[in-house]
């Protein structure tokens, strides 16, 4: 299953989180254990941890997570990992992974648009068996899924793709 909802967080406050970017050195996006694979992954990453800066959007993503995660999934006792500013540019991509395999550790996996598709092009958050709807893209929408459902972020063209995305054990 696949949750996907239209602007659950005000464009403001994905502005804000934007706007904190500069205070954290982003990373090449790696794989697994710190894996790199220029072939296979091209991002840059930042770790955002539950400061001024992003504790209302920790706790947002913390409880829509339980929630739904409950509520859709079944899931009790979630825990979110550290959150994960992904920006893709121009180029940047990451291939068809998983989060997860289905044994664990993670259980469910969170993308929040911080980036209004109309600002970029390519660089969609893709399933192998389930396409999203249009406004699954725009700023502020949410999309779960178990962690161990294949999909990617498809090559950039245009423009700069910021996420937020998530991880719950």
Same mark, same amino acid.
């Given at each position: 299953?696949?949750?996907?909802?239209?602007?659950?967080?005000?464009?403001?406050?994905? #502005?804000?989180? =934007? !706007?904190? /970017?500069?205070?954290?050195?982003?990373?090449? &996006?790696?794989?697994?254990?710190?894996?790199? @694979?220029?072939?296979?992954?091209?991002?840059?990453?930042?770790?955002?941890?539950?400061?001024?800066?992003?504790?209302?959007?920790?706790?947002?993503?913390?409880?829509?997570?339980?929630?739904?995660?409950?509520?859709?999934?079944?899931?009790? #006792?979630?825990? =979110? !990992?550290? /959150?994960?500013?992904?920006?893709?540019?121009? &180029?940047?991509?990451?291939?068809?992974?998983? @989060?997860?395999?289905?044994?664990?550790?993670?259980?469910?996996?969170?993308?929040?648009?911080?980036?209004?598709?109309?600002?970029?092009?390519?660089?969609?958050?893709?399933?192998?068996?389930?396409?999203?709807?249009?406004?699954?893209?725009?700023?502020?929408?949410?999309?779960?899924?178990?962690?161990?459902?294949?999909?990617?972020?498809?090559?950039?063209?245009?423009?700069?793709?910021?996420?937020?995305?998530?991880?719950?054990?």
């Amino acid at each position: 299953m696949i949750y996907s909802t239209h602007k659950a967080i005000p464009s403001e406050l994905c #502005d804000v989180t =934007l !706007e904190a /970017l500069d205070i954290v050195i982003p990373m090449e &996006g790696y794989i697994g254990n710190a894996l790199s @694979d220029k072939g296979f992954r091209q991002s840059k990453v930042r770790w955002s941890r539950d400061n001024e800066y992003w504790h209302d959007l920790t706790l947002f993503v913390q409880i829509a997570g339980t929630t739904f995660g409950l509520q859709y999934w079944g899931y009790e #006792d979630l825990v =979110l !990992e550290p /959150l994960q500013l992904a920006t893709y540019e121009v &180029g940047d991509y990451y291939d068809w992974h998983l @989060d997860s395999p289905p044994e664990g550790p993670r259980r469910l996996s969170l993308t929040l648009q911080l980036s209004d598709k109309t600002e970029y092009e390519g660089g969609d958050l893709e399933f192998k068996e389930y396409a999203l709807n249009a406004e699954a893209y725009e700023k502020g929408s949410i999309t779960m899924f178990d962690s161990f459902h294949k999909h990617r972020i498809s090559p950039v063209t245009r423009g700069v793709r910021h996420s937020l995305v998530g991880w719950f054990r």
